[in-house]
């Protein structure tokens, strides 16, 4: 399971049953639990009482009740605000629990060496991180257009009818994986999502260049929100400039009228990468550097 990406875990899960594969001890994966089936709904159960027991960290991350993003307390109200507004939701996470640190190459030794706020601090950019895989997973079914990346609304395909219609030209396991996909899509966009593209608001928000982002931007942006470490920034940097173009020589025209914000015309002169590439990064390599880091052995050399 491990070797899997988040929905990966969630799709199998779902497709075997989470009581023949479920492991308090090896829980750290994505869940997708639909309490219309019993089984999802013991396994949920387990899991709470897990958190409630287990307290130092947070256990739940990147929450969803019926597609929509909520904030859960773990403590012994959690089961019955899960249950209150539907008797049988449906629940997406990210659960992360005594295997988390092993998944980073963490040794005991290597916690006991850690205090409190540091081992918080690692669990919650492992919690980010997990976000931005299940960002990397879903966004193509927002784009409506393959090669547009900008083009982001709610795919056509978002009704019933057309969701639970036969898909005779897929072999069965691309269908089943498709459809079980899809179906989270349709319950986050009858949620109220908005046609809007969470990597764009990103850009827009980190970039002071119109257009382009350059390294220290792109740096801020994964260091202080999606919680990469100090030590990722080696790889980031790597990825980035094979992305980037030198803007030295479109400087004039940079600095013509709103294009440029004036506190940050000295960065004119550093690599920049496009709105096109840094989606590009988002989507392509970014998750890749998650991937590898989570298939670290634990021999303590992953990041701290």
Same mark, same amino acid.
């Given at each position: 399971?491990?070797?899997?990406?988040?929905?990966?875990?969630?799709?199998?899960?779902?497709?075997?049953?989470?009581?023949?594969?479920?492991?308090?001890?090896?829980?750290?994966?994505?869940?997708?639990?639909?309490?219309?089936?019993?089984?999802?709904?013991?396994?949920?159960?387990?899991?709470?009482?897990?958190?409630?027991?287990?307290?130092?960290?947070?256990?739940?991350?990147?929450?969803?009740?019926?597609?929509?993003?909520?904030?859960?307390?773990?403590?012994?109200?959690?089961?019955?605000?899960?249950?209150?507004?539907?008797?049988?939701?449906?629940?997406?996470?990210?659960?992360?629990?005594?295997?988390?640190?092993?998944?980073?190459?963490?040794?005991?030794?290597?916690?006991?060496?850690?205090?409190?706020?540091?081992?918080?601090?690692? $669990?919650?950019?492992?919690?980010?991180? +997990?976000? /931005? %895989?299940?960002?990397?997973?879903? @966004? #193509?079914?927002?784009?409506?257009?393959?090669?547009?990346?900008?083009?982001?609304?709610?795919?056509?395909?978002?009704?019933?009818?057309?969701?639970?219609?036969?898909?005779?030209?897929?072999?069965?396991?691309?269908?089943?994986?498709?459809?079980?996909?899809?179906?989270?899509?349709?319950?986050?966009?009858?949620?109220?999502?908005?046609?809007?593209?969470?990597?764009?608001?990103?850009?827009?928000?980190?970039?002071?260049?119109?257009? $382009?982002?350059?390294?220290?931007?792109? +740096?801020? /942006? %994964?260091?202080?929100?999606?919680? @990469? #470490?100090?030590?990722?920034?080696?790889?980031?940097?790597?990825?980035?400039?094979?992305?980037?173009?030198?803007?030295?020589?479109?400087?004039?025209?940079?600095?013509?009228?709103?294009?440029?914000?004036?506190?940050?015309?000295?960065?004119?002169?550093?690599?920049?990468?496009?709105?096109?590439?840094?989606?590009?990064?988002?989507?392509?390599?970014?998750?890749?550097?998650?991937?590898?880091?989570?298939?670290?052995?634990?021999?303590?050399?992953?990041?701290?």
């Amino acid at each position: 399971m491990y070797e899997m990406n988040c929905l990966e875990q969630a799709c199998l899960m779902n497709r075997l049953g989470p009581d023949n594969i479920f492991d308090l001890k090896h829980a750290s994966i994505h869940f997708v639990l639909d309490f219309t089936n019993s089984t999802h709904e013991e396994t949920a159960k387990k899991l709470v009482q897990y958190a409630q027991q287990e307290t130092e960290l947070p256990n739940f991350w990147n929450f969803k009740l019926m597609g929509k993003k909520k904030q859960v307390q773990e403590n012994s109200n959690m089961w019955a605000l899960l249950t209150t507004e539907n008797s049988a939701p449906l629940l997406e996470f990210d659960f992360i629990g005594g295997d988390g640190f092993e998944l980073l190459g963490k040794t005991p030794e290597d916690m006991k060496n850690m205090s409190h706020g540091e081992r918080l601090d690692v $669990r919650s950019r492992q919690g980010k991180k +997990q976000e /931005l %895989l299940r960002l990397q997973q879903t @966004f #193509s079914y927002w784009v409506e257009s393959g090669e547009d990346l900008d083009t982001y609304g709610p795919p056509e395909w978002a009704t019933r009818d057309v969701l639970y219609k036969p898909l005779p030209d897929k072999a069965p396991w691309v269908a089943g994986w498709d459809r079980f996909i899809r179906k989270l899509i349709r319950m986050e966009e009858a949620n109220g999502v908005e046609d809007e593209n969470p990597l764009c608001d990103l850009f827009d928000e980190f970039a002071k260049m119109e257009g $382009r982002m350059t390294l220290d931007e792109l +740096q801020d /942006l %994964l260091t202080t929100t999606l919680g @990469f #470490s100090k030590q990722d920034q080696g790889q980031i940097q790597r990825i980035f400039h094979e992305k980037a173009t030198n803007t030295a020589d479109r400087t004039k025209k940079v600095l013509s009228g709103a294009a440029l914000r004036a506190k940050d015309a000295h960065k004119t002169n550093q690599p920049t990468v496009t709105h096109k590439a840094f989606l590009q990064i988002f989507m392509q390599e970014l998750p890749k550097l998650i991937r590898s880091k989570a298939k670290t052995p634990v021999d303590g050399t992953a990041e701290t």
